[in-house]
Structures are given as structure tokens and as C-alpha cells.
């Protein structure tokens, strides 16, 4: 675009300067004429005044034979004369044709003529009288004077004649002058525009040529990629599973991708020149040309779907898209083979109706059930019911469905202690909340007529959630028992049927005097339980005082009397003392064993490993640098007492240490076990391989103060396992133990999976 | 000679008491200890009454207190001293044989300094009750008004 303007302004500039210099060649050429005839002009005025001097000079020549031949008589001067009047003649005539332009100086000849006649009739008559009258006479007509008059007036005349020429001649130059100065001027400015002109159209040029360049080499780029797209266009035309096609005015195939041979089983130079509508089915034909015709209205088609012959006779269905290029009166069009849609939306299809006949072989089955059923969403609309529901309520399928349940069944106004509704929107709510099943107790549920009167019925209901796949409450399935008749007959109990009534009473009355047992029961346990609170409690305080004193004052009595005692007086203080702590640790124990029955539970999730991890490290001085092969597995997360677990593991790991005392290479460890009683429940073992027992006391063993070894072989009061055992039972759980006497023994403890539902301990210890 | 008793024992039990002063005096700490039977002779001790009424005036840089006792016990002595303006910020040790849980809440939840469980062991029990009697009559610095104990 660029390129084209300056390519106007190019041939502007080039026409102008052009111009220009034509113009002052002109104008040279114009002011040469003007020159030359200024020139013969001046040349002219030249002539005119040579003449005039030389018709001057005749005249004198004239004058001067005249009067030589006057005075003289000397006929040497006539010959000269004579030759001159001739002369004269033909000089003035001369004159007079050389100014036949100007008017004034022909009006000067005018004047001239008469009197050049008469100063040559004056000349020839003096010479006429000279030769005549003799000298004297001739001499005195000379010096008459009227010659001299007309010699005056002839020289008066010419001299105009040459001031005239002179002027004409000064004004010319002038104007030559002038003109000459305006032809140097214009050529100057003429010439130095052109130039001007010419230098920017060069410059003008010289972009002109630079844009070129840089076009041409936009043009290379354009091109390259051009040949790019044709490259990837091939492309596309080879590997295009969609035939990409033209289609001329005619309906003709022009150009065809190669994907036409898949399609129709042609190849493309065995389509192109043939109708297309050769190829569509029949049937097709009609709105195939209609499509064509929109196409070439300029209306695009997309998605138009026809069936193709292939060439062996079968047919396929194509999806085109097509428009329609004015420009070129062709049709672009692309082609996609549906076989394979047209195959999945028949499937589709036909499993639809299969899905749709299952859906209505399902309903009605479900409307077919001989119980009573409503189905609700979780906004309580009803979707579905039973045709028992419909026939019990008195109501139509129409006439419920879409409804609410209660807008559907209202209570009846008219009894005034109806609570149906409030009963079932709190089942239902129930229901919504805990995505639970409700059973409700019986319910009095009058059923409204057609006429709007009520009649009475009693209902037992169950309400029960369906829940998706992700959890969510999709429907509340509602199933009522008409049980109306059972509970009229109930009500009319027979005359005859009297016994039953006295029977029902009297179990009524022991009943309640049963749980009047169990209140006072109760009661007497909670006294038992505060008397043994503070039964323990004096224990502590009252019972382990006198414990230190005999403790205290034997360790007093074996400073005070050190030196006076002697090693058996010492050893008798020393059993005291020791039989005095052993007492105080054993109403330690008992104690803590009894705060375990009493103290309340605080459940929270424990990693029972970590648990075991910790209590082996709180065990370090028991261990005492003994060399322990320990095992401790990974144990599950329990809910569960931290503290109460903790002594757990504490009493049976510390058992474990405890016995293996005697065991050069100890081994203990800590896994997850099986309980054979109770296989879900989490199961914990503890192993070790020391002393290990007699599996015939092993009921003892989690008794209290029960020991299976004497306390000089090893320590203890015989209140861990019991403590374990404890512990474990309220959690719950159970205990268990094997072993064998020098082998080693295993416990194990067991904990329901779900900690929650544990049972409630009655606070009993 | 007036020696100025800036221990304060309370404790009904003579038996109690004298392992208490014999440990107390093995550490040279006796001779400051008044020993008073149950929590109403205590008062009367603290209050400058009854057969206390010419006694110098100044409170106990310490009170050990027993919780078990006649008439009035630990627990209610220690709610009477929390309670008094003048003798709230007298330290009060609760020295008893009982570990029970609900006595450790109470006594803490009344403000008591600290909870010393006697030992049953006698030697413990001699080292207990030294260093109690040490930590509070040289290393705690008591409360503005406390009878020092004579140097």
C-alpha cells in the first residue's frame, strides 16, 4: 500500500519536474524567437537610419552637383547629378518601404516626398537656368534661397525620421533587456525546481527500492510459509480420517482427500468429474439437494447427515459440513464417516428401552407387593406407593404422587388427641438424622375418605433410609402394617376372657415390684459402695499409721540402743522394721487396687506402641543394665484409660523383666495377638522366656496377694496381674496367660475393637 | 532464756509427733518447734488465745499440718488460715499418711504450700522431715512478720 503511494507520488514528482524543464526549454526556445526578432528589429532600425543617411547624403550629392555645375558650368558635375536624382528616387523609396510599419515616419515620407520633388525640381531648374541663362543668372537663383528653405526642411524631416529610429531602437533594447532578465529568471527557478523535483524523486526512489527489498523479503518469508501450510495441508489430505472434499456448481466432485477410498471405497481420481448425488442413497436425494442449495445460498450446513453407496452397495452414513465459497463457486465440504455413533446411539438406544421396560417390570412389581409401602425423598415428597398403600389409604396413585406426605395425610381435626403426624415427623426426622431405621410404636392414624370424613385406623409403622453410594440419604422407604383389627379385638376382650385380664395384671404388679427391688438394690450398693470409700480411705490414713510408728520407733530404738544390742537384739529390730514396710507396701497396693475399681475412665485414642515404648524406658532401673533381647511390634490405636493401660503394661512388662531375672539371655516381647474368644477384638501379647508357671495355677494367677513364688525367690505382693486384670475389665476386655514352669510365660489382653461400646462399669470395686 | 519456737506442728498423734521432732532434732531444729495437738489448739496458738494468750507475738515462718485429727481436722484448720487476712500468707505444709487423691485436690484447691506424704519407711521419713524443716526455715525466705528463728 505503502509502496503504491509513493509510486503515484513518483510519477507526480517525475511528471512536474518534467514539466518543469519542458517549460524552460520552452520559454529558452519561446524568448530566442523573441531575441531574433528584437534582434532584426534593432538591425532594422539600423538599416532604416543607414538608409536615411545615405538619401541624406544623396541629397546633399545633389545639392552639391547642382551647384557645382552652377558655378562652375563644369559639365563634370552633371554627370554625378543626374546619376543622383536617379537615385534619389529609388533611395526614398527604399525609406519608405522599410518604414511602411511605423505610421508617423510614413507620414514623415509623406512629408519627405513633396520635398524631395521639389528640391530636385529646384536643382534641375538652377541647372536648366545655368545652362540656359548663363552663370550669373543661375548663381543669383542659387543664392534666392528657396533651396537652402527646402534643404532645411528635408534635413528637419530625416532627422525625426532617425530620432524616431533611435527611440524605437533604445525602447526595443529595453524590452529585449527585460525579457531576456525574466527568461534568466524563470529558467533559474525552473530549472532549480526540476532538480529539486528530480533529487526527491530520487530519494523517493531509494525508499521506494528499500521497501521493495524488505517486501520481497516478507514475500520469501510468506511464501516459505505458505509452501508450510501446503506441506501440512498435503498433510492433512493424506492422513484426515474426515473426507475433505470440492464440490463444484454442478454438484461435481472436484478434489477429494484420500480418506474417500476408506470411506466410499473410490479412490479420489475415480470421484473427481462425477456427480455426488451418483453416491447418495435415494432416498437421501431430496434433502441432500435442498442442503446443496442452501450451501450455495451462502448458508453453511453443518452436521447434515445423508447415507453414501460405498462401491460395493453398502451403505454408509456420512455427517457433513459444508460451505460455500462465492469467490471461487466451489463448495468446501468435510465429511465424517457415523457408522460407529450411529451403531452406540442404536445400542444406546436399545438399552434405554430395556432400562426403561426393567424400570416399569421393577415398579410394578414394587406396586405389586402385597405390603404397605411409601416411598419418600428426603423432603418427604412422595415418588412411589404400593397399590396395598393406595387400597389402605383410600387414596389414587395420581392423586398422591408429587405431594407431600403430610399435605397428603393430615391429621384428623376432628379428634382432638391426634398426634400421627408430630409421631412420624419425628420418626422421619430420627430417620434423616441417624440414617437409621425407626419402628415406630402403633400409631391411631384415622384415614380421610373421598368425602373428607375420617375413619378410624391404627398403623404400625417402620420408616428406613436408602443411602447412596456416596452416603448421602436418597430416599425413606415408609412401611405401615394395618393392624387396626388386631388392636380392636385387644380391646374387646370377651366376657369369657377374664382370666387373661387378671393374669396380665397380676405380671403388671410383679413387674413393678420387681423394679421396686431393683431401686432398693441399687441403693444399698451405693451405700456399700460410699462405706467401702471410706472403709479404704481409713485404711490409708489410719491403718499405715501405726505401721510407721513401729517402723519409726524400731529404727529409733536400733540408734538409740546401737551399741548395746547384740547381732540378734539388731537382726529382731531389722525383722520388725522390714515386716512393718512389707505391711505398708501391701496396703499400698490393695489401695491402688481398689482405686482402680473406683476411679472413673478417661477414654482417648492410645498408641498402644508408644505406650510400650515408654514404659520399657521407665523400667531402666528395674533392667539395670541386664542384657534384654527386646521385640516390640507395631500395636494398633486403641481408645482407652492412658494411665490405667500404661500400669498394665508396666505390671506385665515388669513381670516380664522381673522373672527373667535368673535368664542369662532374657527375651521379652510385645505383639499383636489373636483373642480365640473374641477374634475381632485387638489383642495384645506379652512373652518373656523366664520362670514362666504351672498351667494348673494359672486361675490363681490374676487373683489378689495370689503369688505362684515365694517372695524370697522373687519380689512382689501379688497385686499386678490382679491390678492388669482389673484394668483390663473395666476397658472391656479380658486377660489370659500361658506358660510353662522354667520355659517362660505368655499373657495376653484383649480390648473390643469398638472401645466405645465397652460396658459401663457400676463403680464396684 | 526466750527462745523464739518458729515451727508450728500440728499433729495428733504423739507417736507421729515425736518421730517428727526426733528427725527435726537431729538437724538441730527442734528447739524451734511448738507441738500442739489438734487444729483448735492450733488456732488458739495462731489467734494468741486461750492458754496461748501470753505467748510473743509473731506468726510460725511454717506450719506443718497433720489432716487426719479430732475435733478439728487439717483441712479445716488450712481453709481458717486461707481465710484470715493476717495469717493467709503463713506457708502451710500438709505432712500426712494419706495419698488419697481427693485430700491432695482439697488441700491444694485451699491454697496449701505443699503435700508431703510420710514415709513409711523410717530413715525416709527422718529425711523427709529434714529437709522440709531445712528448705523452710533457710531457704525460703517467709513472709513479712514471721518470728525468725533465734541464730
Known amino acids: ?87 534619389i528616387e529609388g533611395q526614398f523609396r527604399t525609406v519608405r518601404a ?23 525640381a529646384i536643382a534641375q531648374g538652377n541647372v536648366n537656368l545655368r545652362k540656359s541663362a548663363g552663370a550669373d543668372v543661375a548663381r543669383e537663383a542659387v543664392g534666392g534661397g528657396s533651396g537652402r528653405a527646402v534643404m532645411d526642411e528635408i534635413r528637419a524631416v530625416i532627422t525625426r525620421m532617425r530620432g524616431e529610429e533611435a527611440a524605437l531602437l533604445a525602447q526595443r533594447s529595453e524590452a529585449a533587456e527585460k525579457e531576456a532578465r525574466k527568461a534568466r529568471a524563470l529558467t533559474a527557478t525552473g530549472t532549480g525546481l526540476g532538480f529539486a523535483l528530480l533529487a526527491a524523486v530520487f530519494v523517493l526512489l531509494l525508499r521506494e527500492n528499500q521497501l521493495r527489498r524488505r517486501s520481497q523479503a516478507a514475500l520469501r518469508a510468506g511464501a516459505a510459509r505458505l509452501e508450510a501450510v501446503v506441506r501440512s495441508n498435503q498433510l492433512i489430505m493424506e492422513h484426515s480420517l474426515d473426507v475433505i472434499c470440492t464440490i463444484d456448481e454442478q454438484g461435481r466432485f472436484v478434489f477429494l482427500s484420500a480418506a474417500c477410498e476408506r470411506f466410499w471405497g473410490y479412490t479420489p481420481e475415480e470421484l473427481a468429474g462425477r456427480p455426488c448425488i451418483d453416491l447418495v ?55 465424517h464417516d457415523v457408522t460407529e455413533r450411529k451403531r452406540a446411539e442404536a445400542e444406546i438406544g436399545r438399552l434405554n428401552a430395556e432400562l426403561r421396560q426393567r424400570a416399569a417390570q421393577l415398579q410394578s412389581l414394587f406396586e405389586s407387593l402385597p405390603g404397605l409401602y411409601l416411598v419418600l425423598t428426603p423432603d418427604l415428597v412422595i415418588t412411589a406407593v404400593s397399590d396395598a398403600y393406595l387400597k389402605a389409604t383410600m387414596t389414587t396413585r395420581a392423586g398422591i404422587i408429587g405431594r407431600g406426605l403430610f399435605e397428603v395425610f393430615p391429621d384428623n381435626p376432628d379428634d382432638p388427641a391426634a398426634d400421627g403426624t408430630s409421631n412420624l415427623r419425628a420418626s422421619l426426622d430420627r430417620v434423616r438424622r441417624h440414617r437409621a431405621p425407626d419402628t415406630m410404636a402403633i400409631q391411631k392414624y384415622d384415614v380421610r375418605r373421598p368425602d373428607g370424613t375420617f375413619e378410624e385406623r391404627f398403623w404400625s409403622p417402620v420408616n428406613s433410609p436408602v443411602v447412596g453410594a456416596d452416603g448421602q440419604l436418597e430416599y425413606i422407604i415408609h412401611r405401615v402394617e394395618d393392624v387396626t383389627d388386631f388392636v380392636r379385638q385387644k380391646s374387646a376382650v370377651p366376657a369369657d376372657d377374664r382370666t387373661l385380664q387378671a393374669r396380665m395384671q397380676q405380671m403388671e404388679a410383679e413387674i413393678y415390684q420387681r423394679a421396686q427391688e431393683i431401686q432398693s438394690v441399687m441403693g444399698r450398693l451405693r451405700a456399700a459402695n460410699d462405706e467401702l470409700e471410706s472403709f479404704s480411705y481409713s485404711v490409708s490414713h489410719d491403718l499405715r499409721a501405726p505401721l510407721r510408728h513401729i517402723e519409726g520407733f524400731a529404727g529409733m530404738l536400733s540408734a538409740h540402743a546401737a551399741a548395746t544390742l547384740d547381732d540378734k537384739g539388731r537382726r529382731y529390730l ?59 511390634q507395631a500395636l494398633p490405636v486403641v481408645q482407652g484409660d492412658p494411665n490405667l493401660l500404661r500400669q498394665v503394661f508396666a505390671n506385665l512388662i515388669g513381670n516380664s523383666v522381673k522373672y527373667t531375672g535368673r535368664q542369662p539371655e532374657a527375651r521379652i516381647s510385645v505383639s499383636p495377638a489373636v483373642d480365640p474368644e473374641a477374634p475381632d477384638a485387638i489383642a495384645v ?12 495355677y494359672a486361675h490363681k494367677l490374676f487373683g489378689v496377694f495370689q503369688r505362684l513364688h515365694s517372695a524370697s525367690e522373687f519380689e512382689g505382693t501379688g497385686v499386678g496381674l490382679a491390678n492388669v486384670r482389673r484394668i483390663i475389665e473395666r476397658h472391656g476386655g479380658r486377660t489370659w496367660a500361658e506358660g510353662e514352669l522354667g520355659k517362660g510365660a505368655a499373657f495376653y489382653f484383649s480390648l473390643p475393637r469398638e472401645s466405645a461400646s465397652a460396658p459401663a462399669d457400676p463403680s464396684l470395686s | 532464756m526466750n527462745t523464739l519456737k518458729s515451727i508450728l506442728l500440728v499433729e495428733d498423734n504423739p507417736h507421729d509427733a515425736e518421730m517428727t521432732l526426733v528427725a527435726l532434732a537431729s538437724n538441730n531444729l527442734s528447739n524451734s518447734v511448738i507441738h500442739v495437738g489438734d487444729g483448735e489448739e492450733a488456732l488458739d496458738y495462731l489467734y494468741a488465745r486461750g492458754k496461748f494468750g501470753q505467748r510473743a507475738p509473731g506468726n510460725p515462718i511454717v506450719i506443718l499440718l497433720d489432716l487426719k485429727m479430732p475435733k478439728m481436722d487439717g483441712l479445716e484448720v488450712l481453709r481458717a488460715l486461707k481465710a484470715d487476712a493476717t495469717l493467709k500468707t503463713v506457708p502451710v505444709v500438709m505432712l500426712t499418711s494419706s495419698r488419697e487423691e481427693q485430700d491432695l485436690v482439697r488441700s491444694y484447691a485451699l491454697g496449701v504450700n505443699a503435700y508431703v506424704v510420710k514415709p513409711v519407711n523410717f530413715q525416709q521419713f527422718v529425711e523427709s522431715v529434714k529437709q522440709i524443716g531445712v528448705f523452710w526455715t533457710m531457704h525460703n525466705e517467709p513472709p513479712p512478720g514471721s518470728i525468725r528463728r533465734s541464730s
Open chain 1, 98 to 120: 522599410l518604414t511602411a510599419d511605423n505610421p508617423r515616419e510614413q507620414a514623415d515620407c509623406d512629408l519627405l516626398a513633396p520635398l524631395l520633388a521639389r528640391k530636385i
Open chain 1, 574 to 632: 531389722t525383722v520388725i522394721a522390714d515386716s512393718a514396710r512389707r505391711m505398708g507396701v501391701l496396703i499400698d497396693d490393695l489401695l491402688a487396687f481398689a482405686r482402680i475399681g473406683r476411679a472413673e475412665l478417661s477414654r482417648s485414642p492410645i498408641r498402644l506402641d508408644e505406650l510400650v515404648r515408654d514404659v520399657r524406658q521407665s523400667l531402666a532401673g528395674e533392667i539395670n543394665g541386664r542384657r534384654i533381647e527386646w521385640d516390640l
Open chain 1, 1 to 87: 500500500m505503502k509502496s503504491l503511494v509513493s509510486r503515484h507520488l513518483l510519477l507526480a514528482g517525475l511528471t512536474l519536474s518534467l514539466a518543469l524543464l519542458v517549460g524552460v526549454a520552452w520559454i529558452n526556445w519561446a524568448h530566442s524567437y523573441h531575441w531574433q526578432d528584437t534582434v532584426r528589429r534593432v538591425s532594422h532600425a539600423e538599416q532604416v537610419r543607414a538608409e536615411l543617411d545615405r538619401l541624406f547624403i544623396q541629397i546633399q550629392d545633389l545639392e552639391t552637383g547642382s551647384r557645382g555645375f552652377v558655378m562652375t558650368g563644369d559639365p563634370g558635375f552633371l554627370a554625378p547629378f543626374d546619376a543622383v536624382v536617379d537615385k
Open chain 1, 685 to 696: 501379647a506379652v512373652r518373656d522366656n523366664g520362670a514362666g508357671f504351672d498351667m494348673k
Open chain 1, 281 to 335: 442413497c435415494p432416498e437421501d436425494h431430496a434433502k441432500t439437494n435442498r442442503a446443496a442449495a442452501d450451501i450455495m445460498a451462502g448458508k453453511p450446513v453443518r452436521d447434515f447427515e445423508n447415507r453414501y453407496h460405498r462401491k460395493d452397495g453398502s451403505l454408509i452414513p456420512v455427517v457433513w459440513s459444508a460451505v460455500w465459497s462465492a469467490e471461487d463457486r466451489i463448495m468446501f465440504c468435510v465429511a
